[in-house]
């Protein structure tokens, strides 16, 4: 007995190939011990397109023949054998290393199948469907959640994988099922296909708006620049004619005037000037900073992605590449 998954041929195929049968049959890299046929019987949007159609990701609906269940999922598609080896590789990560944290900061794994189909090698990754791709920087994102998604990205480095390129396209958002969070959302990590083995050095405890540490203090380049893009930290310093100065200096404009040191040669009203920027500046990136940090997760498109057009609702594209 195996694991077999049956996938309808038809999305898979060009719009002019007729199937010669109704479905692929693919076999599982590995079973889990759990012999069961999983039937693709809907196959909803293609949420990407990349490759040149060589690589896809679809929403679909399975049903569990053993479990006598029907549920939405996410598949990942590669088509041909250098596609394919990299979406092995995804899978190995989902059954190895990242086995721990499926479920949690990263999206459930239902397995990888191999097959043949008209582009040849072909591999189909199962996935929990975790929401809505992210649209907005994490920077403009409420603290709660940016807190949780970087907390997230640490276990994913504490397990052993960087993601090397991580930014807003490797994010998912999720409602947060607490009842009383109704408001509240979960980020979930996806898209291993650039990731790397990492033996993670970064081992404090992350506090949200703690003093910015020095960069030579957070061991690992990829969560620091993490770390900046979501404005976890706060300032250490500000620039102030061209010097850094303390951040202390900003409690009023006449300490920054009488502490920042500036060059004896500047005349005094640019000196005022300047230093009441400086202040005002600082003061409207915090206001701004806690304004979205009260707010609630900004998603940047009202509607699910889809690879072939433009979303009705912002005029926006999807990446693709
Ligand atoms: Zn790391
Ligand atoms: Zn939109
Ligand atoms: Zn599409």
């Not at 007729?18 to 076999?27: A, M, R, S």
């Not at 993490?226 to 706060?234: H, K, L, R, T």
């Given at each position: 007995?195996?694991?077999?998954?049956?996938?309808?041929?038809?999305?898979?195929?060009?719009?002019?190939?007729?199937?010669?049968?109704?479905?692929?049959?693919?076999?599982?890299?590995?079973?889990?011990?759990?012999?069961?046929?999983?039937?693709?019987?809907?196959v909803h949007d293609c949420i990407s397109n990349k490759a040149r159609g060589m690589r896809r990701v679809y929403r679909i609906t399975m049903v569990s023949e053993a479990m006598n269940q029907t549920r939405d999922f996410v598949c990942k598609v590669a088509f041909g054998m250098r596609y394919f080896e990299v979406l092995k590789e995804e899978a190995m990560l989902y059954e190895g290393k990242l086995e721990s944290l499926c479920g949690q900061a990263v999206p459930m794994y239902y397995g990888f199948f191999m097959g043949e189909t008209y582009e040849g090698r072909t591999g189909i990754l199962i996935l929990e469907d975790c929401g809505r791709p992210l649209r907005v920087p994490i920077r403009r994102q409420p603290l709660y959640f940016r807190y949780h998604l970087l907390h997230a990205l640490i276990q994913v480095h504490h397990a052993g994988v960087d993601l090397e390129d991580f930014g807003?396209?490797?994010?998912?958002?999720?409602?947060?099922?607490?009842?009383?969070?109704?408001?509240?959302h979960i980020p979930v990590i996806i898209d291993f296909s650039n990731a790397k083995k990492h033996k993670c050095l970064y081992n404090d405890e992350l506090v949200a708006y703690s003093v910015m540490p020095y960069p030579?203090?957070?061991?690992?380049?990829?969560?620091?620049?993490?770390?900046?893009?979501?404005?976890?930290?706060?300032?250490?310093?500000?620039?102030?004619?061209?010097?850094?100065?303390?951040?202390?200096?900003?409690?009023?404009?006449?300490?920054?005037?009488?502490?920042?040191n500036p060059p004896?040669?500047?005349?005094?009203?640019?000196?005022?000037?300047?230093?009441?920027?400086?202040?005002?500046?600082?003061?409207?990136?915090?206001a701004a900073r806690k304004a979205l940090d009260e707010g609630s997760v900004r998603f940047g498109c009202a509607r699910m992605a889809h690879c072939c057009g433009p979303c009705d609702e912002c005029g926006l594209y999807p990446t693709t590449g």
């Open positions: 007995m195996t694991l077999t998954l049956k996938f309808p041929a038809a999305p898979l195929l060009p719009p002019d190939r007729q199937p010669k049968n109704p479905h692929y049959e693919l076999v599982a890299l590995n079973d889990g011990g759990l012999p069961d046929t999983y039937t693709v019987t809907q807003v396209h490797n994010v998912v958002v999720t409602k947060d099922p607490d009842p009383s969070r109704a408001d509240k030579s203090l957070v061991p690992c380049s990829e969560l620091w620049r993490a770390f900046m893009e979501a404005e976890i930290f706060y300032p250490r310093v500000v620039t102030f004619f061209s010097t850094d100065v303390p951040i202390e200096y900003l409690q009023s404009v006449e300490l920054l005037k009488a502490k920042g004896d040669w500047m005349p005094q009203d640019r000196i005022d000037r300047v230093a009441y920027r400086v202040c005002k500046d600082h003061r409207d990136w915090w």
